[in-house]
C-alpha cells in the first residue's frame, strides 16, 4: 500500500537514501506532452503536497519520505536532451550517490501506451534523455521505469507525435500508468528491482 510522502524540515541539508527522477521538458508548452510522461509520474509520486524547489536551474526537487527511506524526486530542467548535466550535478557531486541509487521514469515509443516496465540498467534504446545520463554518469547501472507512449500512426513524425498532449481517448491509460508508476516506484524503493520487476512487468503480446 502506498504510503503518502512527507517533506523534510531541511532539504537543502538532507542527503537521499535514493533518487527518483521523471524525465521530460520544463514549460507550460511540454507539459501535457508525451514526451514528459516521466515529468507526471514523479509528480504524481509527490501529490498535491509535494513542495518543488529550484536547484540553480538545473532541475526542480521534492524530498519525500516513502517506507522510512529518504527520497529525492528530480524533474530535470535542462530539456529532455540535456537531462544528464542536472543528473549528474545532483547524484555525484551534490548527495554523493551511486547510480544504482537512481530510478529514472521516461516515455517509451516501443511499448504499448499507458504499459510500465522496469528494467536494471541497460542502453538507452534510443531515448536521448537516457543515453545523456548514461554519458553524464559514465554508467548504465541505474534502474529504468519505461512509460509506453506507443507509436505515432502513418505520416506523423516521431518529434511530432512525442510533443503532441496526450488524447482523449488515451488519458485514462495514462491515469492507470502513473498510478502504477507509484507502486513500482515505491517497491523499488523497499524490496529492490527485481522484486519490483517481478511484480510489475507483466508480459504483452508482442511487446
Known amino acids: ?13 538532507t542527503k537521499p537514501d535514493k533518487v527518483i527522477c521523471g524525465l521530460g521538458n520544463p514549460g507550460p508548452r511540454y507539459a501535457r506532452t508525451r514526451h514528459n510522461a516521466g515529468y507526471r509520474a514523479v509528480e504524481r509520486i509527490a501529490g498535491a503536497g509535494g ?32 537531462s544528464g548535466e542536472a543528473v549528474q550535478r545532483l547524484l555525484y557531486r551534490r548527495w554523493g550517490l551511486a547510480p544504482e541509487d537512481l530510478l529514472v521514469i521516461h516515455d517509451d515509443l516501443d511499448r504499448p501506451a499507458g504499459t510500465i516496465r522496469l528494467r536494471p540498467g541497460g542502453s538507452s534504446g534510443g531515448h536521448k534523455g537516457v543515453q545523456s545520463i548514461i554519458d553524464h554518469l559514465g554508467s548504465q547501472n541505474f534502474a529504468r521505469l519505461r512509460i509506453g507512449i506507443g507509436r505515432p500512426s502513418a505520416g506523423l513524425e516521431t518529434v511530432e507525435y512525442v510533443l503532441k498532449p496526450f488524447s482523449f481517448e488515451e488519458r485514462p491509460l495514462f491515469e492507470e500508468a502513473w498510478d502504477a508508476s507509484v507502486r513500482a ?23
Not at 1 to 13: D, H
Not at 51 to 69: F, M, N, Q
Not at 189 to 203: C, P, Q, S, V, Y
Request: proline share 4%; hydrophobic share 40%.
Open 51 to 82: 513542495v518543488w524547489k529550484d536547484y540553480r536551474h538545473l532541475a526542480s526537487t521534492c524530498p519525500a519520505e516513502i517506507e522510512g527511506v529518504s527520497v529525492m524526486l528530480v524533474r530535470p530542467l535542462t530539456y529532455m536532451n540535456l
Open 1 to 13: 500500500m502506498f504510503t503518502r510522502l512527507r517533506g523534510f524540515v531541511n532539504q537543502g541539508g
Open 185 to 207: 516506484a515505491q517497491c523499488w524503493l523497499t524490496d529492490g528491482i527485481e522484486t519490483a520487476m517481478n511484480h510489475f512487468n507483466k508480459r504483452v503480446p508482442g511487446v
